[in-house]
């Protein structure tokens, strides 16, 4: 069976409040779903979050150095409709660039 997970994204700061209320409400319309909650995280701390889906956190991180100054936010997820936000650690995790090795000349046969 699958898990379902919600999602949750916090800001940082207010330009990046403003650019995900702007986002939520362009995508949803002007929803009663799309208002900032207050939870508690796994080490009981208290977080301000706006209740999103995965494809909404993937396409705020795409975009996220697309404006005129960085979206700065934490995601969380929780199993399930209940229990603490867990932070998101592959959220954190910067990809890592392939290195390639110079390429060295193939050696003449005679």
Excluded: C
């Amino acid at each position: 069976m699958k898990k379902a997970y919600e999602w949750y994204l916090e800001p940082l700061d207010s330009f990046t409040n403003d650019v995900i209320a702007r986002r939520l409400i362009t995508r949803n319309g002007d929803s009663e779903d799309d208002r900032a909650l207050r939870m508690i995280d796994t080490e009981s701390k208290v977080h301000s979050v706006w209740a999103v889906d995965h494809p909404f956190v993937a396409q705020i991180q795409k975009s996220k150095r697309s404006f005129s100054q960085p979206l700065r936010f934490n995601v969380f997820n929780r199993r399930g409709s209940y229990g603490p936000l867990r932070l998101w650690q592959l959220a954190l995790k910067k990809k890592k660039s392939a290195l390639k090795a110079p390429r060295r000349p193939l050696p003449v046969r005679r």
